[in-house]
């Protein structure tokens, strides 16, 4: 007799334990729905080609050209790809990137910070252009306006 109710009792807990699983394919749909939803908001989006370049964020800072760098490589608008309390740090990368083609230099703001400048321009959009060029292979790049 206590064998039967242990049976019964294990039946009842397999067949509670299956019942209560999810199913994939109610997932999968509700995904597939979700993933609709977001291609057709792209699609009816409207798209813009000019470049917004007042929106664009960019950081402030009194720089100068670091110890040994050319001063006149630093323009109003400068790329940055690396930023270092650790000059050391710094020379590196701009080495790495100098043997890897670019004309990368430092420059050093008021608090000591070191920034790996891969192009610095004159004027806003040429930055973005620059930046955005480069955002494939250095995905932090921002943009530094030069403050006199």
């Known amino acids: 007799m206590k064998r039967i ?16 699983k999810p199913k994939q394919s109610a997932y999968r749909a509700a995904y597939e729905r979700a ?10 989006a409207p798209q813009d080609d000019v470049m917004p370049v007042s929106n664009e964020a960019t950081r402030s800072e ?26 050391t740090n710094a020379k590196s990368l701009k080495e ?23 192009s610095s321009f004159d004027n806003k959009a040429d930055a973005i252009k620059s930046r955005d060029a480069v955002r494939s292979v250095f995905s932090d790049a921002w943009i530094l306006q030069r403050a006199f």
């Open 35 to 44: 993933k609709q939803k977001e291609v057709a908001q792209q699609a009816t």
């Open 5 to 20: 109710l242990l049976m019964v009792a294990a039946v009842a807990l397999v067949g509670g334990m299956t019942s209560c």
């Open 62 to 87: 009194r720089i100068q050209a670091a110890q040994g760098e050319d001063a006149t490589n630093l323009r109003t608008f400068s790329v940055v790809i690396g930023s270092f309390q650790n000059i």
């Open 96 to 118: 790495r990137m100098v043997a890897q083609g670019y004309k990368a230099f430092l420059a050093q703001n008021e608090k000591g910070m070191y920034r790996v400048i891969l």
